[in-house]
């Protein structure tokens, strides 16, 4: 009797982290799948869905839409006012590594892209999110065989917030990946 509850109660939870994850629930940690899912080109169409829109305390977001590039928002901290990574970020940055270095999405074309939330400057925030930006694809080339002439970075500031109506909300503080590999 004991073991079937054990794995009523191990099923239970499965089907629920299941349906928390497929309703854009919450979830702490991407996976290197939602990763690989999120950037992949279906069908080679150029016309992309969304795959899956999962938050959480690390911020993971699923983009995408017809004839947009897939991509995956991913909060990756910093030291306050600088390029510096944090711990965390690490742990999140050595998933987006390993799933960039996989079979699916090797040879890829990626663009890291920094954004930050409205506090600052224009300017400044311009000039923080490149720097950002350039941290990650200096650690994820460094840190594993990825090809750094498919690897690009660009800062966008403060111009694509993603939540408009709080500009200084941690949210709009985030790293968007995006496969930029033209279509043959």
Not at 27 to 49: C, H, Y
Not at 67 to 93: C, H, M, Q, Y
């Amino acid at each position: 009797m004991r073991t079937s509850s054990i794995a009523f109660t191990m099923t239970a939870a499965l089907a629920a982290s299941i349906l928390v994850v497929s309703s854009g629930g919450a979830q702490t940690t991407p996976t290197e799948q939602d990763i690989i899912d999120a950037l992949q080109k279906p069908g080679g169409t150029g016309e992309f869905t969304n795959v899956r829109s999962l938050s959480g305390d690390r911020g993971v977001t699923v983009t995408g839409g017809e004839k947009t590039v897939p991509s995956i928002d991913l909060k990756v901290t910093f030291a306050f006012g600088s390029a510096r990574l944090d711990n965390e970020s690490l742990l999140t940055l050595d998933v987006l590594g390993r799933a960039l270095s996989s079979e699916e999405l090797k040879g890829q074309a990626i663009e890291i892209v920094g954004h930050t939330d409205a506090k600052g400057t224009l300017e400044y925030n311009d000039t923080l999110s490149q720097r950002r930006a350039a941290a990650v694809v200096t650690y994820i080339v460094r840190n594993f065989t990825l090809d750094p002439a498919l690897m690009s970075s660009k800062g966008m500031g403060e111009r694509q917030l993603l939540d408009k109506d709080n500009p200084e909300a941690g949210i709009n503080r985030r790293v968007e990946i995006r496969n930029v590999t033209r279509p043959r």
